[in-house]
């Protein structure tokens, strides 16, 4: 075992919640024990859904607000930086400043997002060219460029696979 496998992933993830988001990940599809925990935890009516869609209903700033009935694949999953971090490749601090840039970006792209516009709808529009299909809001390039910086840095230091894609959790 070395020095860094004690850190347990509450260090880092209790101040960043980035992968609950929408900005890692679209949805996560619940599975049935999932959905038996959730009912057992007295949340009936996310135990009929057959997903979640991020940003997480769930998510209270940066934490888990059903941590000990999240599902399994929340519970399981390590983005690169937790383990990294887990596994010895890094030390805390780096972690933590990693994170700290992430969360950074993450605000200046929400910074960027029209009123009223939902994070997962901002994701596909600041995705997409200008065309004269889609009304796109004024300052569209600006939402692009932040989304192309926070994409570029979650690949970094998040994403395993490190393709840009913002796609399911668990795939
Ligand atoms: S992005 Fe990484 S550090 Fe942040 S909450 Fe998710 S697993 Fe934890
Ligand atoms: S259930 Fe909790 S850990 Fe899972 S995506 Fe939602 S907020 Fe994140």
Known sequence: MNRHARIEPGVLCLDCGMCCTGAVFTHLDLTGPDKDRLHGAG??????????????????GARC???????????????????????????????????????ELRRA?????????????????????????????????ELKLAFVALQAIIDRYLRADGDGIVRQRGD
Not at 47 to 60: E, G, K, N, S
Not at 119 to 141: G, Q
Request: hydrophobic residues 40%; negative net charge; aromatic residues 6%.
């Open 109 to 141: 792209f929400e910074a960027q997002i029209p009123p009223g516009m939902a994070i997962k709808d901002a994701i596909v529009v600041a995705a997409r060219e200008p065309s004269t299909e889609w009304e796109l809001p004024k300052n569209h390039l």
């Open 65 to 103: 607000s059903i941590y000990a009935s999240r599902p399994a694949v929340c519970a399981s999953y390590r983005c690169k930086t937790l383990a990294q971090a887990q596994d010895g490749m890094i030390d805390l601090s780096e972690a933590k400043d990693r994170l700290h840039k992430v969360v």
């Open 43 to 60: 949340l009936g009516d996310a135990a009929t859904q057959h997903r979640l869609d991020f940003p997480c209903r769930f998510l209270d």
